[in-house]
């Protein structure tokens, strides 16, 4: 087992009528006003963020809005929520909605705490040395950003979308009811389990030795969400299917299913986000594209594992070797991501990819031809290039 840190600062609150607290969240966190943010209309439409302005001010705190944030949060909006706080004089940044409210929320938060342009933390040019405190009340569980350190952003100019993590961007709380998630549509709710599965397929495949706690967590967790997933496809009001997934959506991206380990591979994430910043998808959509085509890429590396993955998690009887093992569980999670209206392949995704796109997608994401990615096997500009073309059918 690898040594490790494991911080979770963030306060959750979970369960049914829980918004009803907010003013008293916010109220404990000792600031002088807050800018809530939000999504394009959910959060308006359901009448959250009416009870979430009420709860405000039966605490007498003093807030401004700002919605807009699109799915992959677009850049040009931090910027405007960075110059409308410092007008304002904000000090604390309510994000109501997903992934993409609170990312763009932390984003805003480095962007008055730190001087200069915040977009060179995405582009990996310097650290950031604080961020306003965030708190969010979740309305999708998928991106678990809501206990994350992470926030990703999309760079209008040039469509890049890029990540950057530190602690001080994790929430102080989280407000998290599942009864929000009921109104989401079909394929926002699988596309949400697939990434939250993937949070922890991420961490699992990885170089390590032995995490037999790990191991069973992260098992666990993902054949939890992937039985819901099916549930949910079915009865999208069912409370319990929708309080499980939620709470796996958190605790698959707070660190918990990667103690121990080294950290993990998170090649599909990377792959994924430059499909995300070029062809606009959903995330988790984007993740299941990928997969398939990723596994088969690299599953010699760890053929072990794979078979592992194959029997813990996908129920596979092994077969005469790890290799043949690990196939079955491949075809299998490629089946269930079909199961819950997913794609497993580019083409599925809905995007014709071109040779050419494929070209510049594995420029993109190699940071011309800069880095590499993953673990279970490293990953340079002309392997990502395979394997996007093999995901888009090419
Ligand atoms: O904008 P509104 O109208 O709210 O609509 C949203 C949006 O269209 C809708 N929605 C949210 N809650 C709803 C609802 N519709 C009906 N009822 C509700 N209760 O769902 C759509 C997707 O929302 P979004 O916030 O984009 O989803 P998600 O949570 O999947 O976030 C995706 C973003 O998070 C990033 C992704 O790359 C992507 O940009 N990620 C962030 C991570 C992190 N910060 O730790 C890690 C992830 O790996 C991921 O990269
Ligand atoms: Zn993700």
Known sequence: MENFTYFTPTKVVFGKGTESEIGRLVKEQGCRKVLVHYGGGSAERSGLLGRIYRSLKEEGIDFISLGGVVPNPRLSLVYQGISLCRREGVDFILAVGGGSVID????????????????????????AEGCLPIGAVLTISAAGSEMSDSSVITNEEGWLKRGYSS????????????????????????????????????????????????DGISEHLIRTVMRNAKILMEEPENYDARAEVMWAGSLSHNGLTGCGTDGGDWACHQLEHELGGMFDVAHGAGLAAVWGSWARYVMDARPDRFAQFAVQVMGEEPGKDDRETAMKGITAMEAFYRAVGMPASIKELGVDLTDGQARELAEKCSFSGTRTIGCVKKLGQEEMYQIYRMAGGL
């Open 104 to 127: 763009s929320a932390k984003a805003i938060g480095y962007g008055i705490v730190n001087k200069g342009d915040v977009w060179d933390f995405y582009a990996r040019k310097r650290k």
């Open 167 to 214: 602690d001080f961007s994790r929430p102080r709380f989280a407000v998290m009811d599942p009864e929000l998630t009921m109104t989401l549509p079909a394929y926002q709710t699988a596309s949400g389990c697939v990434d939250i599965m993937m949070h922890t397929m991420e961490r699992y495949f990885n170089q390590s030795g032995s995490m037999e706690l790990t």
